[in-house]
């Protein structure tokens, strides 16, 4: 059996154990599993019946976390308060603000007074900031030192805070306002002499976020300094909370998943595929493929202005999808590199130009050596005549497909859109459109009426 096979397995037996009160055989089912893979079992079991067992395991805030929201929350409205609030006030920071923000007004303020001050206070502090932002993406569990402690201060310090915090690898220097003034690695504690001073030892130059800065960014920062731990300051310098590694690739993998699904022309979605209901699935597709039908209305129009050429030469017709196609594939591919370049820096508006050379000069290879392709099977089909028709008629709308694949994106950056707009089906059908234009154009030039 698969692994999914294994976890519905795995969480009917456990289901029937619980209804049975057999709670010690429950937890010998899952004590050999990981959190994340006794998360995906809970998420099979009934709420009603999964968070009694959660209730007993030992690791139930590090398994609640890895449950998906729609899940969790389903869960909440099974816990008692007081069992809600103790796996809650277990959680990082960070996820249980996700979780707090997920749950409807009587849920949270049910949830609030069970908590300690301290908690309540971080969960309104972090949950206030506006989404996709680095405030919204932070947690406030790190560890911090003065400048004016020892090393052997420090490292006691640390070991206080570590319970507490997401990572003590990297602990940020601070003065008594809490601006940020520098940051010292656990590798570098570890190897200093006790009696240094970590003033005199800490980075001062230290790579940090404004809290309001995109996420994005925030996972773009991350990757490119290969950090640990990004801090986040806000407006004044202090620091408010840091962006881990883990959390910095969910959102680089989020908006890669957001990328896509663009180039599909398709909305954004939250949640999963499987779990997505029919009416969010329609509303998310719709849109793009109504405006692409009254677009794919221009090719229709260009063949409406040639009809005489088409009926005195129906073998073009023949060869119309495969034209057509071919520059909307061009293009595609074009769109493709550079939306991908600019989502990650490698390209900015600047370089356009020089691109652009760059482009036509791929798009005139690409475009002769598919010309000489169709140009034998033109001249098997029709005649010599038909034959350079085609030839000129590919390399034109590759030149054409592959210059506007790579400039719309550009174009749609320029006017402050999300570049990824510039999807398949968009570039497909404007290609579709100029392609048919080109191709009969040519074909009025060279073949009789």
Same mark, same amino acid.
């Given at each position: 059996?698969?692994?999914?096979?294994?976890?519905?397995?795995?969480?009917?037996?456990?289901?029937?154990?619980?209804?049975?009160?057999?709670?010690?055989?429950?937890?010998?089912?899952?004590?050999?599993?990981?959190?994340?893979?006794?998360?995906?079992?809970?998420?099979?079991?009934?709420?009603?019946? $999964?968070?009694? &067992? *959660?209730? /007993?395991?030992?690791? =139930?805030?590090? +398994?609640? @976390?890895?449950?998906?929201?729609? %899940?969790?929350?389903?869960?909440?409205?099974?816990?008692?308060?007081?069992?809600?609030?103790?796996?809650?006030?277990?959680?990082?920071?960070?996820?249980?603000?996700?979780?707090?923000?997920?749950?409807?007004?009587?849920?949270?303020?049910?949830?609030?007074?069970?908590?300690?001050?301290?908690?309540?206070?971080?969960?309104?502090?972090?949950?206030?900031?506006?989404?996709?932002?680095?405030?919204?993406?932070?947690?406030?569990?790190?560890?911090?030192?003065?400048?004016?402690?020892?090393?052997?201060?420090?490292?006691?310090?640390?070991?206080?805070?570590?319970?507490?915090?997401?990572?003590?690898?990297?602990?940020?220097?601070?003065?008594? $306002?809490?601006? &940020? *003034?520098? /940051?010292?690695?656990? =590798?570098?504690? +570890?190897? @200093?002499?006790?009696?240094?001073? %970590?003033?005199?030892?800490?980075?001062?130059?230290?790579?940090?976020?404004?809290?309001?800065?995109?996420?994005?960014?925030?996972?773009?920062?991350?990757?490119?300094?290969?950090?640990?731990?990004?801090?986040?300051?806000?407006?004044?310098?202090?620091?408010?909370?840091?962006?881990?590694?883990?959390?910095?690739?969910?959102?680089?993998?989020?908006?890669?998943?957001?990328?896509?699904?663009?180039?599909?022309?398709?909305?954004?979605?939250?949640?999963?595929?499987?779990?997505?209901?029919?009416?969010?699935?329609?509303?998310?597709?719709?849109?793009?493929?109504?405006?692409?039908?009254?677009?794919?209305?221009?090719?229709?129009?260009?063949?409406?202005?040639?009809?005489?050429?088409?009926?005195?030469?129906?073998?073009?017709?023949?060869?119309?999808?495969?034209?057509?196609?071919?520059?909307?594939?061009?293009?595609?591919?074009?769109?493709?590199?550079?939306?991908?370049?600019?989502?990650?820096?490698?390209?900015?508006?600047?370089?356009?130009?020089?691109?652009?050379?760059?482009?036509?000069?791929?798009?005139?290879?690409?475009?002769?050596?598919?010309?000489?392709?169709?140009?034998?099977?033109?001249?098997?089909?029709?005649?010599?005549?038909?034959?350079?028709?085609?030839?000129?008629?590919?390399?034109?709308?590759?030149?054409?497909?592959?210059?506007?694949?790579?400039?719309?994106?550009?174009?749609?950056?320029?006017?402050?859109?999300?570049?990824?707009?510039?999807?398949?089906?968009?570039?497909?059908?404007?290609?579709?459109?100029?392609?048919?234009?080109?191709?009969?154009?040519?074909?009025?030039?060279?073949?009789?009426?």
């Amino acid at each position: 059996m698969n692994n999914e096979d294994l976890a519905v397995t795995l969480a009917a037996k456990l289901s029937r154990a619980i209804q049975q009160q057999q709670f010690e055989q429950a937890i010998d089912e899952v004590q050999a599993l990981r959190p994340i893979d006794i998360a995906d079992v809970l998420a099979l079991i009934e709420p009603k019946l $999964a968070w009694q &067992l *959660l209730e /007993v395991l030992p690791n =139930r805030s590090t +398994i609640f @976390a890895y449950l998906d929201a729609d %899940i969790q929350v389903a869960m909440a409205l099974e816990f008692p308060r007081a069992s809600l609030a103790k796996i809650v006030g277990e959680m990082p920071s960070d996820e249980r603000t996700d979780l707090y923000k997920h749950l409807n007004q009587e849920q949270r303020d049910a949830l609030l007074p069970a908590l300690a001050q301290a908690k309540r206070e971080d969960i309104r502090r972090l949950s206030a900031y506006e989404e996709r932002t680095a405030g919204a993406l932070m947690t406030s569990d790190y560890a911090t030192l003065a400048a004016e402690m020892t090393v052997a201060e420090a490292l006691d310090a640390l070991r206080l805070e570590a319970p507490d915090a997401e990572t003590i690898y990297h602990a940020y220097v601070i003065d008594d $306002a809490r601006k &940020l *003034l520098g /940051v010292v690695s656990l =590798r570098v504690l +570890i190897l @200093a002499s006790p009696e240094q001073l %970590i003033n005199d030892i800490m980075v001062r130059s230290v790579i940090s976020s404004d809290v309001n800065d995109d996420q994005e960014d925030v996972a773009k920062t991350v990757a490119r300094y290969d950090l640990i731990a990004l801090p986040i300051t806000d407006a004044s310098g202090a620091l408010v909370g840091i962006v881990t590694h883990d959390d910095a690739m969910d959102v680089a993998s989020d908006e890669a998943t957001d990328d896509f699904h663009k180039s599909g022309g398709v909305s954004t979605m939250v949640g999963k595929l499987k779990d997505v209901s029919i009416r969010v699935l329609y509303r998310k597709r719709v849109f793009w493929l109504v405006f692409l039908v009254f677009g794919n209305l221009l090719s229709g129009v260009s063949i409406s202005n040639f009809e005489d050429v088409i009926a005195a030469n129906l073998v073009l017709v023949f060869f119309l999808p495969l034209l057509v196609d071919s520059g909307g594939n061009a293009g595609s591919q074009s769109a493709t590199l550079m939306v991908r370049a600019l989502a990650t820096g490698d390209v900015v508006m600047r370089d356009w130009f020089s691109l652009l050379g760059r482009e036509a000069l791929v798009a005139l290879m690409l475009g002769a050596t598919m010309a000489v392709a169709v140009s034998v099977i033109g001249y098997v089909r029709g005649d010599a005549v038909v034959s350079l028709v085609l030839a000129l008629s590919m390399m034109s709308v590759v030149m054409i497909g592959c210059v506007i694949g790579m400039s719309l994106p550009f174009v749609l950056n320029k006017l402050g859109f999300d570049p990824a707009t510039a999807s398949a089906p968009l570039i497909t059908s404007v290609c579709d459109a100029s392609g048919v234009l080109i191709y009969l154009f040519i074909a009025s030039k060279f073949l009789t009426i």
